[in-house]
């Protein structure tokens, strides 16, 4: 199983920047890597996948175009670059992992999360 560390997180104002990081161990080329985040009170939802072979990548429509996903495949880790944050993207952040992306952002198929790293945009 593939374990996840994620890193990066913090308290930005709005518009502002951050990056995320998520280290993967057992890491391989058939997998889907990707993003969640969950906000107090509500569901878990997908943010951002990549896949690790193809580098196909695919977005919630909350965030497309502001935030990026992108893998380093020799350091085995996936990127969150987010800009132009809002206060409605503040929330828990979490890597996730499967195998193939048909489906990832069913919480449900996901097989590996990271622990988690919180967002906070102030306004």
């Known amino acids: 199983q593939v374990q996840l560390v994620e890193s990066g997180g913090g308290s930005v104002q709005t518009g502002g920047s951050l990056r995320l990081s998520c280290a993967a161990s057992?890491?391989?080329?058939?997998?889907?890597m990707g993003w969640f985040r969950q906000a107090p009170g509500k569901e878990r939802e997908g943010v951002a996948s990549?896949?690790?072979?193809?580098?196909?990548?695919n977005y919630a429509t909350s965030v497309k175009g502001r935030f990026t996903i992108s893998q380093d495949k020799a350091k085995n880790t996936v990127y969150l670059q987010m800009n132009s944050l809002k206060p409605e993207d503040t929330a828990m952040y979490y890597c996730?992992?499967?195998?193939?992306?048909?489906?990832?952002?069913?919480?449900?198929?996901?097989?590996?999360w990271g622990q988690g790293t919180q967002v906070t945009v102030s306004s």
């Open positions: 996730a992992a499967k195998v193939g992306c048909g489906g990832f952002f069913v919480t449900a198929n996901v097989r590996s």
């Open positions: 057992g890491y391989t080329v058939g997998y889907c």
């Open positions: 990549i896949g690790a072979g193809t580098g196909s990548t």
